[in-house]
């Protein structure tokens, strides 16, 4: 029997969860191809490593922008490297999937996204929507009668939605996370310090600097790059509350979402939510104090998920599981005639 496997397809991270073993596969979603031949040269964690670093001939694709397939090809030919890595296609069945998609996505980039899942050797192919799927694997209870709010920051999209009875009754999807705030290092550094950083140093700045609050005693930090000006390699020192400033802009859009969303709830849902808060989940729950900067706007307590990276795939896998049980209860119940 092939075990049934739930995809996280992110912008930025692919992560794959199998039935029975967990998360198995986090790879970058990142596929480098020789443009004179099309031929697929490296997927993932190697291709990543050429971003930013490769020869004319050879160029490092991000196939998904906004949480949603820019490029059909290669999306397909990523996801069957994936799979096709785990090995979980059994002898005779192919695996179910399940995979996760933004709440704004069309009903175009729906169908998209899950050809690509079926041809990339899926049996059964069934989508839910990211900040459903990130509450269930951030552990909160969903299918009772109470509100949960959740917000899924991810690399492409930020997912904002509130949640009673296993749907979603709210939601907004923005277009700019993880993603955008590496650009908005980039630009600032370029305009503050004539310096010009790629992709791979504006995301180390974020991991290692990023902060959505300013600092009393800001951590600094060497950084590398080539001068605006006179085109050669230049290093100069950059702090804390520098980075604060490339991302507040982006951060307050986020908190504004959010705020629109809490304006459109239900009475009674709204108080569910006072007193159990908001759940941070998705790679940018990471930044420091963002979790402090939400609850200041929100007037909510506001909580990061344990793993916040995981909670998607992992809840993508519990929901194929729980789908399983119903359907092994339908059968139970069809086979004693209830």
Do not use: W
């Amino acid at each position: 029997m092939a075990k049934d496997i739930g995809i996280d397809l992110g912008t930025a991270n692919v992560l794959i969860y199998v039935q029975g073993k967990g998360i198995v596969l986090n790879e970058p979603s990142v596929v480098a191809i020789d443009t004179q031949t099309n031929k697929v040269l490296a997927v993932g964690s190697e291709a990543y490593r050429m971003v930013g670093r490769t020869p004319s001939n050879i160029r490092a694709i991000r196939p998904l922008k906004n949480g949603v397939i820019s490029d059909f090809d290669i999306t397909q030919e990523m996801l069957a490297y994936f799979i096709g890595k785990l090995s979980v296609k059994g002898f005779v069945s192919k695996p179910n999937i399940m995979i996760c998609a933004p709440t704004n996505i069309t009903e175009i980039e729906r169908k998209a996204i899950m050809q690509a899942a079926e041809q990339s050797g899926g049996g059964k192919v069934y989508l839910e929507y990211e900040p459903k799927v990130a509450a269930i694997g951030a552990g909160l209870d969903i299918f009772k009668p109470s509100g949960n709010m959740v917000i899924d920051m991810g690399g492409g999209t930020c997912d904002i939605a509130v949640l009673s009875l296993g749907d979603i009754v709210t939601s907004q999807s923005i277009r700019m996370a993880g993603d955008q705030l590496n650009q908005d290092i980039a630009s600032f550094i370029k305009d503050r310090h004539g310096l010009v950083v790629g992709e791979h140093t504006a995301e180390k700045i974020k991991i290692e600097l990023g902060t959505a609050l300013k600092v009393d005693e800001p951590k600094t930090m060497a950084v590398r790059g080539r001068d605006v000006a006179s085109g050669m390699p230049k290093q100069i020192e950059i702090n804390q509350n520098e980075v604060e400033e490339a991302l507040h802009d982006t951060l307050h859009q986020i908190v504004r979402a959010a705020i629109s969303v809490l304006e459109t709830v239900p009475p009674e849902l709204a108080s569910d939510i006072i007193d159990r808060g908001v759940m941070l989940t998705g790679g940018t729950a990471l930044l420091h104090g963002v979790d402090q900067l939400f609850s200041s706007y929100l007037k909510v307590p506001v909580v990061v998920s344990q793993d916040p990276l995981d909670n998607v795939a992992k809840g993508a896998g519990e929901m194929l599981e729980r789908m399983q049980g119903d359907d092994d209860g339908k059968k139970k119940r069809k086979k004693h005639g209830k």
